[in-house]
């Protein structure tokens, strides 16, 4: 039975104000109630606080340490982030998720080679992992290196079943492929009306279209597709404070405002 995010997270959220209101020092309620905090309710102080306090009641508690490192990604505090997220790691290594976000932090903190060496050792702990995508040629595309970055997107087409991604459709943009860059806009599009999702895939497309537009340097669509994310409260958008690819938007008034609509932080171009 689907479960839209929101409901579940309002659900999660009441479930842990009643477990902390039984016994202030569980740790798991904390770090819940502060995931809750970034993703839900955008209440950053919220959820620092949250977080802090859950880590305290138990240092090795690798959710929390998870959890807060998302709360310093998103607040632009890329190195202590990476730390977080490797303390996390530190304390449960074949965590697959973990892994993989160790390589995410390490991504946003522009150290590149780290991230690719990261994402490759999740591969080879699982790489029928669920949640392992495109993070390796996305890093190359971060990096500016979009020949690589268009060969490792390879793998991701088969026959009859092209990759329609908004990281693709960028790299092929800033490569001078713009015709091919429209071409697969115009199917992200098509995707986007005739097969409507909802969940994390509806906030991953709505990134997606975001990085689309951005790489074919459109530049009102970008911001118009990021409110529009920001209206259905996209659990993704708010990591456009501290994603190094929308570096570029941000001596742009209009992205400023987007920023403080949210509360999110705004870093100097």
Excluded: C
């Excluded at 798991?28 to 919220?46: M, S």
């Amino acid at each position: 039975m689907y479960v839209p995010p929101r409901s579940a997270l309002s659900k999660g959220k009441v479930a842990a104000e009643r477990a902390i209101a039984l016994d202030d020092d569980l740790s798991d309620a904390h770090a819940t109630l502060g995931f809750v905090h970034l993703f839900y309710d955008w209440d950053w102080d919220g959820a620092r606080r949250e977080l802090e306090r859950a880590i305290a009641l138990d240092p090795n508690a690798p959710i929390a340490h998870l959890y807060y490192g998302y709360y310093l990604d998103i607040a632009g505090r890329a190195e202590e982030a990476v730390a977080e997220h490797r303390r996390a790691l530190e304390i449960d290594p074949l965590s697959l998720i973990l892994n993989l976000r160790y390589g995410d932090a390490l991504q946003f903190a522009h150290r590149y080679d780290e991230a690719i060496a990261q994402y490759r050792r999740t591969h080879a702990l699982d790489s029928s992992y669920a949640l392992l995508g495109t993070e390796i040629p996305l890093t190359y595309v971060y990096r500016g290196d979009y020949a690589t970055a268009l060969k490792e997107f390879e793998p991701f087409s088969h026959p009859g079943k092209p990759y329609i991604g908004g990281d693709l459709i960028y790299a092929l943009a800033r490569s001078g492929q713009r015709d091919s860059a429209r071409t697969i806009l115009a199917a992200l599009q098509r995707r986007a009306r005739s097969e409507p999702v909802h969940g994390s895939a509806r906030d991953q497309e709505a990134y997606a279209l975001v990085l689309a537009y951005l790489g074919l340097q459109m530049r009102d669509s970008t911001l118009s597709a990021i409110s529009q994310a920001m209206d259905e409260r996209g659990a993704f958008i708010i990591f456009i404070a501290s994603d190094p690819l929308l570096d570029e938007l941000r001596s742009d008034p209009r992205f400023e405002v987007l920023l403080r609509r949210a509360h999110l932080p705004v870093h100097a171009p």
